[in-house]
């Protein structure tokens, strides 16, 4: 697989967001044909352009064709896919593939949720599975506090590890204007945040807003002469484990480990080589078991090496540039969102939380409960 992976043949020539936080006058499609829109400008595209569709509605089952038929599009391919917060990193990838052999020329992957406006919560889609609903989990957080209490009795890890995490996400989220939580945060408030589901309390969960991304890939040779720096893909590999957490093989090793090492063997990279990590961090124990399960770390390490702010601002290991799930944005799915963050990295348009001369970066997507994980490998015109 790895030496047949298009690498470097395919780009991401536009990258857009929209209505980050709040956007109570838009639906789930409206917020998403904005995204689409910018980015479909930044490439110097329009929709008529288009022949490959990639989208998840937050939902309607049927939604790639319902925002088809919104766009007035009449694409080649859709590719529909309910993975979770993963679906848009395995939307590149499928991508990737189609570009590659010529069967679509341009690709847009998009994404719209308006859940905090109209529900102002978490909307959970999916039903208890046969095995856990007699035990009325409160999922999905409940699932990941499973993880995180054996994660904690395997290898020791306390809450001030856990917040090390929470703390990192807010200091990237004040440099960042479009993020939803600036305010600052302390390990003491950390610790006394309302717990939800033990050991996970309000500041280890994800944020529930509004928002919609979108991004735009084409084929090497077209991106160059296209408006924006093109960012190209120079690897993409998924994995599944299990659907409900009582299936996980093992609750402190997800699928990441497998997915990130094809992708870097694809990409002809290691952990060292990355300049950014954008990571899904729906909950902080998240971040820990994906620095260890992509190599960053050894197994059993991540709580002790996210101490003394080794992937805030200043650290030696930048993560979640943009503030995450946890402090910038989260409708329901994320995947898209560390996707446009490492384009924007690679591109330079990072602002104050900039990282000086990123070349190379990982966008990762986690779906369902620790259950499909795709990783992305983004690289600058120094890569190919």
């Not at 039903?127 to 856990?132: A, G, S």
């Not at 998240?286 to 992509?294: A, K, M, P, R, V």
Request: charged share 15%; net charge negative; with cysteine.
């Amino acid at each position: 697989m790895s030496e047949k992976f298009p690498r470097g043949q395919t780009a991401i020539v536009g990258a857009a967001t929209f209505g980050v936080g709040k956007a109570p006058s838009f639906e789930a499609s409206d917020l998403a044909a904005k995204a689409c829109v910018a980015a479909l400008s930044q490439a110097g595209l329009t929709l008529s352009d288009v022949d490959g569709l990639f989208f998840c509605h937050s939902t309607d089952t049927m939604g790639g064709l319902s925002f088809a038929q919104y766009l007035g599009i009449q694409p080649k391919v859709i590719d529909n896919n309910r993975l979770g917060g993963s679906s848009f990193q395995a939307y590149v990838e499928t991508a990737a593939w189609l570009l590659a052999a010529g069967a679509i020329d341009v690709a847009l992957v998009a994404y719209g949720s308006n859940q905090a406006s109209a529900a102002g919560k978490l909307v959970n889609t999916v039903r208890p599975m046969t095995y856990e609903a007699p035990y009325a989990p409160l999922n999905p957080v409940s699932s990941y506090a499973l993880a995180a209490a054996r994660y904690q009795h395997e290898f020791g890890a306390t809450r001030e590890q856990f917040g090390e995490v929470a703390l990192a996400a807010r200091a990237w989220a004040q440099l960042n204007p479009e993020a939803f939580k600036r305010e600052p945060l302390n390990l003491e408030t950390y610790l006394a945040s309302r717990m939800v589901s033990d050991p996970l309390s309000v500041l280890d969960c994800c944020l529930v807003t509004d928002g919609a991304g979108a991004l735009v890939m084409t084929r090497a040779e077209r991106a160059r002469d296209l408006p924006q720096r093109p960012v190209y893909v120079l690897g993409a590999a998924s994995e599944t484990t299990h659907r409900e957490i009582a299936s996980m093989p093992s609750l402190t090793t997800t699928g990441a480990a497998r997915a990130g090492a094809r992708a870097y063997a694809q990409a002809g990279v290691k952990p060292s080589d990355f300049d950014v990590l954008e990571l899904y961090d729906a909950f902080t124990i998240n971040t820990i078991l994906f620095l260890e399960d992509l190599g960053f770390c050894p197994k059993g390490e991540g709580a002790r090496f996210v101490e003394g702010g080794r992937i805030a601002p200043g650290g030696a290991l930048p993560v979640n540039t943009h503030g995450g799930g946890l402090s910038c944005v989260h409708p329901g799915m994320n995947g898209i969102f560390t996707l446009i963050e490492a384009v924007r990295q690679l591109r330079g348009e990072g602002g104050d939380r900039q990282i000086d001369g990123a070349k190379l970066a990982l966008a990762h997507g986690n779906g369902g409960v620790l259950s499909s994980q795709a990783v992305v490998i983004l690289g600058g015109p120094d890569t190919v």
